[in-house]
């Protein structure tokens, strides 16, 4: 319980505590940023990291860091390079031991889920690969999926490129830009819940239509009838 309460404490006051490890780390703190980012999309057992929250106040922190510590640029792509990184593992991971737990006989890891799985990627991955991003938790066991479907990696790489640049991308820039606003450094801690909430939009849209699909095909006998 109180690691939990550490880990809500981070993500909620995340402005404040990177204030206090610019002031204690300097530069140093850039490689505990690409630790931070690649391990929440790179480990599928630590997807409790912030992700969304931690670029926007990267950026809002580099706006008016007159030290020269946080590069805007540099921090772009050194957690660029953390993002892609991190999916490209977890793939990997995924594709070299994640097949090994689907086994005949298996109750609770059925073979036909594998299956299931690569069908899914095979249908929908590059748009799954991309969306996940801006979704937390899914977006640590995405490429995870992904290598144990056995999704083409070609696809998956080119997907992993696009969608970790825009990722980091838009918001780096968004704290970069808006970040020191008055009304919103003063209620950071309401922007960040809003971030996470927003950031799960896109893949809810995407599966109330995929929901939608599926019963217009299920009731499409019916109506024949």
Known sequence: MEILKSIVDFVLHIDSHLV??????????????????????????????????????AGALAAVDISGSLNILVLWVVLAVAAILGDSVNYAIGKRIGKGVFKPGNRILKLEYLERTEEF?????????????????????????????????KRFITYNFVGGLLWVTLFLAAGFLFGNVPFIKENFSLVTIGIILVSVVPM???????RSRSRNKSAAPASVK
């Open 20 to 57: 206090e490890l610019v002031a204690r780390y300097g530069a140093l703190l850039v490689p505990i940023l690409f630790i931070i980012v690649f391990c929440e999309t790179g480990l599928v057992v630590t997807p409790f990291l912030p992700g969304d929250s931690l670029l926007f106040a």
């Open 121 to 153: 990627y095979e249908k929908h991955g590059n748009k799954t690969i991309i969306l996940a991003r801006f979704v937390p938790i899914v977006r640590t066991f995405a490429p995870f999926v992904a290598g144990v479907g056995n999704m083409d990696y």
């Open 204 to 210: 809810g849209l995407e599966l109330l239509k995929e």
